[in-house]
C-alpha cells in the first residue's frame, strides 16, 4: 500500500517535472521566435527592394499628366493610320518599354519561390511555438536550412553590391538624347542643351543610387540577422531565457548598425560577404 502511494507520488512529481520541462522548453522556444520574426520580416523587406529593384530597371522616367497630354495631341497629330484597340496604347505611350510577358512571370514565379522559401522557414518555429515536445530537436534541425538560406542571401548580396540594379530604359533614353544633341549644328543651342542633359543625368544617377542603397541595405540587415539567428540556433541547447531575450535585443540594434553604414561601407560589406562565407566553408572542408 505504502510503494503504490510512493509509486503515485513519484509518477505525479515526474509528470510536474515534465509539463515544467515542456513549459520551459515552450518559452524558450517562444523568445527565440522573436529572433526568427526579426530575421523573417527582413527577408520579407529584402525581396519586396528585389521586386522593386527589377521592375525600376525597365520603368520609363515619370512625366507629368500635362506632358503626357501634350505628347499624345502631338502623336495624333502625327498618325495618319485607323486607330485601333491594339495600336492605341502605343499611340497614348510610344515610348514605354513592354517587357516580354514569358520573361515577366518567370521572374515574379522566382521571386515568389525565393519568398517562400523563407517563409517555410519561419513556419517550422510557428509550430514549436504551439507547444511541440520535440521543440529543442526542431531547433536544432532548422540549422542546417537556416545554412542554406544564408548562403542564398549571401550570394545575392554579393551579386548586387558587384552588379547594382540600374534604370536601364531612363538610361538608354538620356544617352539616346545626347546622340541628338551632338548632331545639333546649333553651338549655342547645343551648349544650353548638353548643360540640361548633364542635369538630367546627374539627377538619374542619384535615383539610382538610393534605389542600389535601398536594395543592398535591405538584403545586409537579412542577411546579418540571418548570422545573428544561426548563432541562438547553434548554442540553443546552452542558452537560457535571459540569453536569448538579449539576443532578440541585439538583433534591434544589429539591423540599426546596417541602417547607418554609408553606401560605400554597404558596397564593402557586401562585396566580401560570400567570399567570406564560402572561404569558411572550404577551410572547414579541407579540415
Known sequence: MAQSSLYRIGRTAILVIGIGLMAACSQKAETLKITVDQFGSATEAAFDAFGSAQTAQ?????????????????NMDAFTGKVTPSNL????DPD?????????QQWQKTLAQLRNQYRQFVAIFDQIEAGSALGASAVTDSGPILEKLRSQLDAITSDLAKDPPQYLVRRGALIAELNKIRADSDAQG???????????????????KLLQTHTLRSFLTASSLGTHLQSQIDDYAKLDMAALIGAAEQGISLAGHVRDLS????????????ETATGATAATTAQ
Open 190 to 208: 547645343k551648349s544650353l542643351r548638353l548643360q540640361i542633359w548633364w542635369q538630367d543625368w546627374q539627377a538619374l544617377m542619384t535615383e539610382e
Open 89 to 92: 496604347p502605343i499611340l497614348l
Open 96 to 104: 514605354a518599354v513592354k517587357v516580354d510577358a514569358t520573361v515577366a
Open 58 to 74: 525597365f520603368a520609363l522616367a515619370p512625366k507629368s499628366a500635362s506632358a503626357k497630354q501634350t505628347e499624345f495631341i502631338a
Open 263 to 274: 553606401p560605400t561601407e554597404l558596397v564593402a560589406q557586401g562585396s566580401n560577404l560570400f
